[in-house]
């Protein structure tokens, strides 16, 4: 059993209203990810970690942000929710290598209304 | 992580063997070959992961030829459970800093 956890499973939240969205693991690995995924689509990138105080941008344009602050956590924020920010978000982590296996959390699923 | 192409969907009858193949042309000297399933509403799971020749678990085999251009993913006698959204992944496993990145995957059907 992967020791990554998300919380909240499952958010609704009103337009325009902050949240941060949580993700930690204890397994001390260096490398963290969030994706986003829409039910039957793709699992895009939206940001990862290399170790504490390093934050990058993935493939999909986002309007969240994130920090990394201590290696176990890598929360996710957004300043301002709104409709098209519904959708699953899914935190994993791994040790280093480009190819090396990773733990997924449970994800959250978030909904703007 | 080097280029990938799969099938973006399958079908198959409940209890027979499914293989589904993945071409990695541009695959490098020091890349492995990673398997992941995911089911709705979860996060990809790590099935199985090999360099060459055959790898077996007790999920799956993976078969990669000699020239490595290309592997094999066989899941014996599938059962409607085994339904999911497959990819496979090609990178190395020690170092480099390059972000694990999902393509599209190939979506198995079982029907009963």
């Known amino acids: 059993e992967a020791d990554i956890y998300q919380t909240p499973r499952y958010l609704v939240i009103g337009t325009g209203k902050k949240i941060t969205l949580e993700c930690s693991q204890t397994m001390g690995h260096d490398k963290m990810y969030w994706y986003q995924q829409d039910p039957g689509m793709e699992l895009h990138l939206i940001h990862y970690?290399?170790?504490?105080?390093?934050?990058e941008k993935g493939d999909l344009s986002s309007e969240s942000t994130v920090s990394r602050i201590r290696t176990e956590h890598f929360p996710l924020t957004l300043e301002s929710a709104r409709p098209s920010h519904t959708s699953q978000y899914l935190c994993a982590s791994s040790e280093p290598g480009t190819n090396t296996e990773a733990f997924f959390g449970q994800g959250t699923r978030l909904t703007v209304v | 992580l080097a280029k990938t192409t799969q099938p973006i969907s399958m079908d198959s009858y409940e209890g027979q063997e499914v293989n589904i193949t993945c071409s990695h042309n541009n695959i490098a000297t020091n890349d492995y070959i990673t398997w992941y399933q995911q089911f709705p509403s979860q996060g990809p799971r790590f099935i199985i992961q090999?360099?060459?020749t055959k790898v077996t678990n007790e999920v799956a085999s993976l078969f990669i030829p000699a020239d490595r251009k290309s592997s094999t993913l066989s899941l014996p006698r599938v059962s409607l459970s085994d339904t999911a959204v497959y990819y496979c992944l090609v990178g190395t496993v020690s170092s480099g800093n390059t972000p694990l990145v999902f393509g599209k995957g190939t979506r198995l059907s079982v029907i009963a």
């Open positions: 970690s290399y170790g504490v105080n390093s934050t």
């Open positions: 090999g360099y060459k």
